[in-house]
């Protein structure tokens, strides 16, 4: 690693995010609508790859910290009628206690045990939203008023109800994670993850507290996942049980491996990927969802680390 | 009727959960054991034998016990060989890495899940159970089904004790699942083997499904809960263990039953289950049966 | 002046069997020590109570006066005890300069800061100590046997421990790369407190100032290489006579 592959590196993740910034103007509405969404769950993305990717955990319940954010923001703001700020705020705490309180228990266990115990807490948080329905109106949800999505910075009035607001705030928040990212995979703290993840016990006689690693590692994922999720409900005006399902625990482990874990971008490109996949499929048959499984099926036998995972591998190996 | 009578029908509706719990998770349990793979498609299979065997039964005019035998018999070998196939046409090619083949597996689910959607259609049918017989007991009665399902489902786990513990077959299938380079040097074939056991496991969950579709009912969307189940059952029995499955599944599925038949909020219920449950394995991650890390 | 290292009464059992009975250990600083005995002696268990891998049955374990048997693993190697696997234990997938930077940077992240420069210098230094320098850029997977035996010592130097245990570290090596392990050894112990498993006799002669013989999870003999190798006792259980030289 030296200076010019550092520089080149960092050049790349500029352009790509200037790229997105002019795909906001020159996009056609819908596009331009469609991003907005990518955008958002590519952070949850970001958020699942250090866990699975960097740190090797794989979590089969992390949709528990997307709802963390999505409630956690939108029940202050629809109930205590709290402003924008503070509601995301809310939301990013909600995930990060969360985080640290599941994190703590559910890093005694390792490997698939690992997995089935997060599993059952986000089962347990799915649960409880829809216990407390008076409050969450469970399946059904809550939407937030338009005039309540709205930050005011003196004249300007920024309001998440319009569409090219709504792309350019999803923007600031992808470009932000992904260069918080980058910078922690390239740091100390990221080099700890990955020897944790080729050999624990080797970690563990070099003299790193392993156990406290991982936790941090749970603790920042869960708090990029709650920040997705606290901007996908703001943005989107929605909040609702079926965030916290099973369902939003499989969809960014899908992300992830598609566009090639442990690379920066991949979570971006395979969230792309599965987006437009399902929207294609949609637009040509009732029967999409056997496209989509045709689909995943083809991109792990041609790119089995996932595309930029394949992709770094085959030709470009200074990829992040 | 009273607690203690409740508490009875609680527990017979907990065994015949518990019952199908175990052929499944035998299933799973088996291919990630001798593979080394997490088949998320293994509820597909399940749903998959049900449907099959509502297309069989229906085929068949006459007595429904006919149908019935014919979709016990037709359902498991179909889904068998559609797992066969899904093995080496993908699972194989990807060298049983264990994140592709996550990926492969959801692929395989949707697949599935769509193929039932749209040849089966959203509705959810019901199969004749092959006799009608009620067994009258001083409190209520009970299906003779539903104990027919119990008592069948004892015998396919000690057969399958059986083949894995005394015959052949099962030796090289644990002498895979133990150490599988050492296994392929002693001349078995490691390839063929995988292909086999990953028949088998699906051929489990469909057979649980022909089971227990006569008092249940076949839709496309049933074999999401089913799978979250048994890999639970997997994990808390301890992997490697038949004993550990079969008591996990006895514990998950009678706990199920006592939730569902007593509890009028089976929310509040199932959260503090699931937690009970989850904490169990945070203390003891190597499950009931399996061996602790040192 | 307090040892290095003191065990009192240490000892370990698996179920029935007593792996290390009632041990009572004695390093001091500077030594070269050699741990001797036939299989299941007892000799990587009672490393590995020492180093932390292991807990113990009942017992304790002193590291300079100070009680270290509650201390976890990787406080004890942040006190000053590093140890290297009997079993290569490198990271594959990471290069050469990788592996070694993961403990160059522990020691650095304690010390205050990780800069790239001391982070570099570092490694060059761990390198260079064991003749890897050329291999930096490799996949640590990649390297042939012995060098992948050289990168596990330098990752333990990379750490400046004050204790280095080596668990058979010849295993495996060619005669000329052992020749240049025991020159190793000599360089690394002007610095750090030496510990080493080993079967070969060769080198547990030209390299140890004491030797201590375990057999069955006891101490059998203690002392100079030539008052062991005169023992009877421990010619009986593990060197044989002359004759089978």
């Known amino acids: 690693m030296n200076g010019a592959s550092t520089a080149r590196i960092w050049l790349l993740h500029l352009a790509v995010i200037a790229a997105l910034a002019a795909a906001g103007f020159l996009l056609p509405d819908y596009h331009r609508g469609v991003f907005s969404r990518i955008l958002v769950l590519a952070v949850f993305a970001m958020g699942y790859n250090l866990l699975l990717g960097y740190c090797g955990l794989l979590s089969l319940g992390h949709a528990m910290f997307f709802a963390a954010g999505l409630y956690g923001a939108g029940l202050p703001l629809y109930h205590l009628g709290w402003g924008m700020p503070a509601s995301f705020a809310a939301g990013l705490a909600a995930g990060s206690v969360l985080a640290l309180v599941v994190g703590a228990l559910a890093l005694r266990t390792v490997g698939v045990a690992f997995m089935i115990v997060t599993m059952m807490f986000a089962q347990v948080f799915y649960l409880t939203t829809l216990y407390f329905t008076t409050w969450t109106r469970g399946e059904e949800g809550l939407v937030l008023p338009p005039a309540a999505r709205r930050v005011e910075l003196g004249d300007v009035v920024l309001s998440l109800s319009d569409p090219a607001t709504r792309y350019m705030v999803a923007l600031v928040l992808f470009s932000a994670v992904l260069l918080v990212c980058l910078k922690l995979v390239r740091a100390p703290f990221g080099r700890t993850l990955a020897g944790i993840r080729e050999n624990e016990e080797r970690m563990r006689m070099l003299g790193y507290d392993t156990f406290r690693a991982k936790l941090g590692a749970v603790v920042v994922s869960g708090v990029i996942c709650a920040a997705a999720g606290a901007a996908y409900g703001l943005m989107f005006g929605y909040v609702g049980s079926g965030f916290a399902s099973i369902q939003y625990s499989i969809l960014p482990l899908l992300w992830v491996l598609v566009g090639g874990a442990a690379t920066t971008l991949g979570p971006l490109v395979g969230t792309a990927f599965m987006v437009y996949v399902i929207d294609y499929a949609s637009g040509l048959t009732t029967a999409w969802l056997m496209l989509v499984g045709a689909a995943l099926i083809f991109v792990v036998l041609f790119f089995p680390k996932g595309i930029l995972g394949t992709v770094r591998e085959r030709w470009l190996k200074w990829l992040p | ?294 | 002046m307090a040892a290095l290292i003191e065990t009192k009464a240490l000892s370990r059992a698996f179920g029935g069997l007593k792996a290390v009975d009632a041990v009572d250990f004695r390093l001091e600083t500077g030594e070269i020590r050699a741990i001797i005995g036939p299989n299941g002696a007892g000799k990587t268990t009672l490393v590995g109570l020492i180093c932390g891998r292991v807990a113990p049955s009942s017992g304790t374990i002193l590291f300079e006066g100070r009680d270290i048997t509650r201390l976890p693993a990787h406080a004890r190697v942040m006190a000053g005890i590093a140890y290297t696997f009997q079993i290569t234990s490198v990271f594959p997938k990471l290069s050469v300069y990788d592996n070694v930077a993961l403990p160059v940077q522990r020691r650095l992240l304690a010390q205050g800061g990780v800069s790239r420069s001391a982070l570099d210098a570092g490694v060059a230094e761990a390198l260079d100590k064991v003749g890897l320098t050329g291999h930096a850029a490799s996949l640590a997977g990649d390297l042939a046997y012995g060098h992948q035996r050289l990168l596990e010592i330098a990752m333990g130097l990379a750490l400046k421990p004050r204790l280095l245990i080596l668990d058979e570290p010849t295993q495996g090596l060619s005669d000329g790369e052992i020749e240049g392990f025991i020159a190793l050894v000599r360089e690394i112990a002007r610095d750090a407190t030496i510990l080493l498993i080993e079967h070969n006799m060769q080198v547990v002669m030209e390299l140890a100032g004491r030797i201590t013989v375990m057999n069955a999870g006891r101490i059998l003999a203690e002392g100079a290489p030539a008052e062991i190798r005169a023992d009877k006792a421990v010619q009986d259980a593990y060197l044989g006579t002359k004759t089978d030289g």
């Open chain 2, 1 to 294: 009727m009273g607690f203690g009578p409740l508490l009875l029908l609680a527990l017979l509706e907990g065994l015949v959960t518990a019952a199908l719990l175990a052929l499944m998770a035998l299933g799973l349990s088996l291919v990630f054991g001798v593979m080394r793979v997490v088949n998320v498609a293994h509820g597909e299979f399940f749903m998959l034998g049900a449907v099959l065997a509502w297309v069989v039964s229906t085929a068949f005019a006459g007595h429904p016990a006919i149908g019935f035998i014919a979709a016990l018999l037709v359902a498991p070998l179909a889904v068998g060989a559609v797992a066969y196939l899904a093995e080496r046409l993908v699972l194989k090619r990807l060298n049983y890495d264990p994140e592709a083949t996550i990926v492969a597996t959801i692929g395989l689910l949707y697949i599935i899940q769509q193929l039932a959607l749209t040849v089966y259609g959203a509705d959810a049918r019901p199969v004749q159970p092959p006799f009608n017989i009620r067994i009258q007991l001083p409190w209520f009665g009970y299906s003779g089904y539903k104990l027919f399902v119990i008592a069948a489902a004892i015998l396919l786990l000690l057969g399958a004790w059986f083949v894995l513990a005394r015959t052949r077959a099962g030796l090289v299938m644990r002498a895979t699942q133990y150490d599988a380079e050492t296994a392929q040097a002693f001349g078995i074939p490691v390839g063929r083997v995988y292909a086999y056991v990953f028949a088998l496991g699906a051929m489990l969950a469909a057979l649980a499904a022909v089971l227990i579709v006569p008092v249940s009912q076949a839709h496309y969307l049933m074999g999401r809960d089913p799978l979250l189940l048994s890999f639970v059952v997997v994990i808390i029995g301890g992997l490697g263990s038949l004993r550990g499955t079969v008591v996990a599944a006895l514990l998950i599925g009678l706990s199920d039953g006592i939730i569902s038949t007593l509890f009028f909020s089976p929310t509040l219920a199932k959260i503090l289950a699931t937690l009970l449950v989850a904490l169990v394995l945070v203390f003891r991650p190597q499950g009931l049966f399996g061996t602790a890390a040192r």
